[in-house]
T-cell receptor, first 112, second 113 residues
Framework: GQQVMQIPQYQHVQEGEDFTTYCNSS?????IQWYKQRPGGHPVFLIQ?????EVKKQKRLTFQFGEAKKNSSLHITATQTTDVGTYFC????????????FGAGTQVVVTP | NAGVTQTPKFQVLKTGQSMTLQCAQD?????MSWYRQDPGMGLRLIHY???????DQGEVPNGYNVSRSTTEDFPLRLLSAAPSQTSVYFC????????????FGPGTRLTVT
């Protein structure tokens, strides 16, 4: 079954508001990646986190990797209509040859 | 660079038919993989390859075969299509399995009736 869980599954956001999506793994991860998929498109890589407690920013997006390397979050500030899409986290485990396991994704809808 | 290409973009099959989904990359990546995407399920790994001549099963391999005769190509074969295989299929490539970003193809939308 799914060992990388993402919440929430859906997120309706008013333009200009902030929101956070969370990713939780049942086991320790060697790294975590985040992808964005626009409606009708394919997943596009956003970022990778490797170190415990790591925080990375990309403009209005802030990514965090937990201290225990079992969870991660993506926080978007001042949401814009261009943020519409589904955000996936994908964890790599050290004991599985680095194969990525994807979460189910958070589908983001932005209301103008 | 074309990146990762997939053909066809859309396909309708009848139950029991077989077909091959094509995937090619021009980035000289050793690692290639196939995922299927179903609503609410995220992306699930079907098969993957760490280099020419080497393939292995992912999370949901049943009903699918793969081979990797060249670095560039990684076709996915459906042996006898079933309605449960209705899905969107993505091929991806990267320098290594989990330590580098995956480049995804545009996907193939498959319907099995």
């Amino acid at each position: 079954g799914q060992q990388v869980m993402q919440i929430p599954q859906y997120q309706h956001v008013q333009e200009g508001e902030d929101f956070t999506t969370y990713c939780n793994s049942s086991t320790t991860l060697s790294n975590i990646q985040w992808y964005k998929q626009r409606p009708g498109g394919h997943p596009v890589f956003l970022i990778q986190l490797v170190k415990s407690g790591e925080v990375k920013k990309q403009k209005r997006l802030t990514f965090q990797f937990g201290e225990a390397k079992k969870n991660s979050s993506l926080h978007i500030t001042a949401t814009q209509t261009t943020d519409v899409g589904t955000y996936f986290c994908a964890g790599a485990k050290t004991d599985s040859w680095g194969k990525l396991q994807f979460g189910a994704g958070t589908q983001v809808v932005v209301t103008p | 660079n074309a990146g990762v290409t997939q053909t066809p973009k859309f396909q309708v099959l009848k139950t029991g038919q077989s077909m091959t989904l094509q995937c090619a990359q021009d980035m000289n990546h050793e690692y290639m993989s196939w995922y299927r995407q179903d609503p609410g399920m995220g992306l699930r790994l079907i098969h993957y390859s760490v280099g020419a001549g080497i393939t292995d099963q992912g999370e949901v391999p049943n009903g699918y075969n793969v081979s990797r005769s060249t670095t560039e190509d990684f076709p996915l074969r459906l042996l006898s299509a079933a309605p449960s295989q209705t899905s969107v299929y993505f091929c991806a490539s990267s320098y290594s399995p989990g330590a580098y970003e995956q480049y995804f193809g545009p996907g193939t939308r498959l319907t099995v009736t």
